[in-house]
């Protein structure tokens, strides 16, 4: 498809609020696409077919789903039910300033030392004017982050863009893998990883184990080892084994919020953020993927972005402990805000 062609396509499809996805998998060369043929959002169940799933962080067990109605191809016929009059949003996320960041993080910081937490990952939004059509901004991230899970999608409301290097739980013919993903920096660095950043990846790591000795499912893991991100490298490790389709639905909701994107203990890492985050996450650290009978590719949504009109709002976000300095925890935010920087 020609990038005139597929502007064109997601124009009709957002103006006429026809939920759409695109997407493109980790060591895929090709991207793929689909839309529903009305506007009518369903949510995520056991008799979902093929489509993709769109959760927010906070879904109390609720997803989101968008039909594979179509294929999304260079041309869209009268069947489509559009709205003449979409809707009007200004729903734009609260910007932390530097200054807010750091107070905000200090005061994390303070409250893991009183032992009310020990992890929490806090978040910002940073605001850039776009002058590229969505489209080409997709198709750009797919071609420079290969590795990712490169997703464009919208349920409605809003365009989602981004490229995730964090897999929650895919299915491929009853093989499961999910990951444990943390610790963050740059990837030219020669630094080691220090206390700071195995603490954040152990947490992890016990956490999803936890959660598979918890369902009795046996599994294989490996690392931790160290994997690049774009701009980023992480500590990783990984989580493989089988896995019959109903605890799929069981294990996905169970899975999220990992440590990664909420903190240790989840619960009260939630209370945290919710009383620190002066902006709502939205979309940002929940899950996102196609779905198939047989194969289903879930990943956390991360460095991601919400688009309204010509603004770009960067979700930007990292795991705060005892250890944590907020001036280095400012400038590992300015680095994974490169991912996304780097298409402009």
Not at 135 to 158: C, D, Q, R, T
Not at 244 to 257: A, G, I, K, R
Request: charged share 25%.
């Amino acid at each position: 498809m020609q990038e005139s062609d597929l502007i064109k396509v997601i124009d009709k499809l957002q103006k006429g609020e026809i939920p759409f996805a695109l997407w493109s998998l980790p060591g895929s060369s090709a991207w793929e696409g689909i839309a529903q043929n009305n506007s009518h959002l369903e949510n995520y169940n056991k008799d979902s077919r093929e489509g993709f799933i769109v959760s927010p962080f906070k879904n109390n067990g609720i997803a989101k789903f968008i039909r594979a109605d179509k294929k999304i191809e260079n041309t869209f016929s009268e069947e489509y039910d559009l709205h003449e009059n979409p809707k009007s949003i200004d729903d734009s996320p609260w910007i932390s300033s530097r200054s807010d960041y750091l107070k905000q993080c200090e005061s994390i910081i303070n409250s893991i030392k009183e032992g009310k937490a020990e992890k929490v990952v806090l978040s910002r939004v940073l605001k850039q004017k776009i002058t590229q059509h969505p489209a080409i901004l997709f198709l750009k991230l797919s071609a420079i982050y290969p590795e990712a899970m490169v997703f464009l999608y919208f349920i409605g409301e809003y365009l989602w863009l981004g490229a995730s290097p964090e897999t929650l739980l895919t299915v491929d013919n009853g093989k499961f893998t999910t990951m444990a993903l943390a610790g963050s920096l740059a990837v030219d660095s020669n630094k080691e990883w220090t206390v700071k950043e195995n603490m954040e990846q152990a947490y992890v790591e016990e956490y999803v184990e936890d959660i598979l000795l918890s369902k009795k499912i046996d599994f294989i893991k490996g690392g931790p080892f160290t994997c690049i991100a774009g701009p980023v490298k992480h500590l990783l490790s990984t989580f493989q084994g089988n896995i019959s389709e109903t605890l799929f639905n069981e294990l996905v909701f169970e899975l999220h919020p990992t440590p990664a994107v909420c903190g240790i203990p989840v619960n009260k890492a939630k209370s945290i953020i919710e009383n620190t985050e002066l902006h709502q996450r939205r979309d940002y650290t929940g899950f996102i993927g196609p779905v198939k009978e047989m194969n289903k590719h879930i990943f956390v949504n991360l460095r991601s972005s919400m688009i309204i009109d010509d603004m770009m709002y960067l979700y930007l976000g990292g795991g705060i402990t005892k250890d944590s300095i907020a001036e280095e925890e400012w400038k590992e935010t300015e680095l994974k805000a490169k991912t996304l920087l780097s298409i402009l």
